[in-house]
């Protein structure tokens, strides 16, 4: 088994499967879209139905499912289970519906499936664009408000531009609003429990269901959160900014000036902002502005090279990061309980 870095080929939702969807993918990222109404670019997914593809190297044209059942733990280091993760980008010409994700013990009771953590990066964002990042029910129950319809009186805006960091934990109400193109990396599930949705109708005549009463269920009120600074340490090639770092995932943003050598160990996910090289071995790839290159856990000996931004996702090691940052953990969330 001769492990190497995959450039994964993304799949697309589009249309009317994401009818708030836009024309940034295609136009200003140049992904191969099918449309200008494409809202999601599904670049790492073992989703059924919507699985990424490898386009590089001897095992071209095979889908994610199957390399895990061809490298197994040396893909992803662990032993057996779902695929953890998912990273996808987001384009949106209209609002998400507002909506909430269940944890682990909820989601595997009433979906058999796994929760949703997750976070956004603001790739790409309209003057006055804005997200919906949790409520303010000034003391009264939520379950009454929107009872009484008045759920968008409460809802928390934030204006967001490019860079901005934002984690979703679960139970946290959110949406992306219109004009915003963004990276999102979260736990591997589709459960989202739509809680309102703008009493919109679309091109068949009837609005889209509401999950309001799951919704309520794992609703968490009380999560007040802010957008992630993140705390910077330097290292071999540059330096790296780490953001979040639960018990699901990990992301950080590499910030290349060099050559940076990466962790074996560990499975990441790799989305530079630029042109860089990735190097392994005898090997190089050279990769292009919003690839995503999936390195195996069981590949030692990667380094990056070159000038930019590299975002990068990966299971958590929590511990270890504790005992790199000290102090500065408090600012990496999800790190500190």
């Given at each position: 088994m001769t492990l190497y870095p995959l450039l994964m080929a993304p799949t697309f939702r589009h249309g009317e499967?994401?009818?708030?969807?836009?024309?940034?993918?295609?136009?200003?990222?140049?992904?191969?879209?099918?449309?200008?109404?494409?809202?999601?670019?599904?670049?790492?997914?073992?989703?059924?139905?919507?699985?990424?593809m490898v386009s590089n190297g001897v095992h071209a044209g095979k889908s994610l499912s199957r390399m895990i059942e061809l490298w197994g733990e040396g893909l992803t280091g662990k032993t057996g289970?779902?695929?953890?993760?998912?990273?996808?980008?987001?384009?949106?010409?209209?609002?998400?519906?507002?909506?909430?994700?269940?944890?682990?013990?909820?989601?595997?009771?009433?979906?058999?499936?796994?929760?949703?953590?997750?976070?956004?990066?603001?790739?790409?964002?309209?003057?006055?664009?804005?997200?919906?990042?949790?409520?303010?029910?000034?003391?009264?129950?939520?379950?009454?408000i929107v009872a009484e319809g008045r759920i968008e009186s409460c809802l928390r805006w934030?204006?967001?531009?490019?860079?901005?960091?934002?984690?979703?934990?679960?139970?946290?109400?959110?949406?992306?609003?219109?004009?915003?193109?963004?990276?999102?990396?979260?736990?591997?599930?589709?459960?989202?429990?739509?809680?309102?949705?703008?009493?919109r109708v679309f091109s068949d005549g009837k609005p889209r269901p509401l999950q309001v009463e799951k919704a309520l269920d794992?609703?968490?009120?009380?999560?007040?959160?802010?957008?992630n600074e993140g705390t910077t340490v330097l290292c071999k090639g540059g330096s790296r900014t780490y953001y979040i770092c639960d018990s699901h995932f990990e992301l950080c943003r590499l910030n290349l000036s060099g050559k940076m050598p990466l962790e074996g160990g560990r499975m990441l996910f790799l989305t530079p902002m630029g042109p860089c090289t990735l190097r392994w071995g005898d090997e190089e790839m050279a990769l292009d502005a919003f690839d995503s290159v999936l390195?195996?856990?069981?590949?030692?000996?990667?380094?990056?090279?070159?000038?930019?931004?590299?975002?990068?996702?990966?299971?958590?090691?929590?511990?270890?990061?504790?005992?790199?940052?000290?102090?500065?953990?408090e600012n990496v969330a999800g790190l500190v309980q």
């Open positions: 499967e994401t009818p708030w969807g836009g024309h940034m993918l295609r136009d200003t990222l140049m992904k191969d879209a099918p449309d200008g109404a494409t809202g999601e670019s599904l670049e790492i997914s073992a989703l059924p139905g919507y699985e990424s289970g779902e695929f953890p993760l998912l990273l996808k980008l987001l384009d949106t010409m209209m609002p998400l519906s507002v909506q909430v994700h269940p944890d682990d013990a909820y989601a595997a009771k009433n979906e058999n499936k796994s929760g949703k953590s997750e976070a956004w990066i603001i790739l790409n964002a309209e003057p006055g664009a804005r997200i919906v990042y949790g409520v303010d029910t000034h003391g009264e129950p939520l379950d009454r934030k204006n967001v531009r490019p860079g901005d960091v934002y984690y979703i934990p679960e139970g946290m109400v959110h949406a992306v609003g219109e004009g915003i193109l963004c990276y999102e990396i979260g736990q591997s599930t589709d459960i989202n429990y739509r809680l309102w949705d703008w009493g794992v609703c968490r009120p009380d999560l007040q959160l802010e957008k390195v195996p856990a069981g590949l030692g000996g990667v380094v990056l090279e070159g000038d930019t931004k590299v975002l990068m996702s990966s299971l958590p090691d929590r511990e270890k990061l504790i005992g790199e940052l000290g102090y500065r953990a």
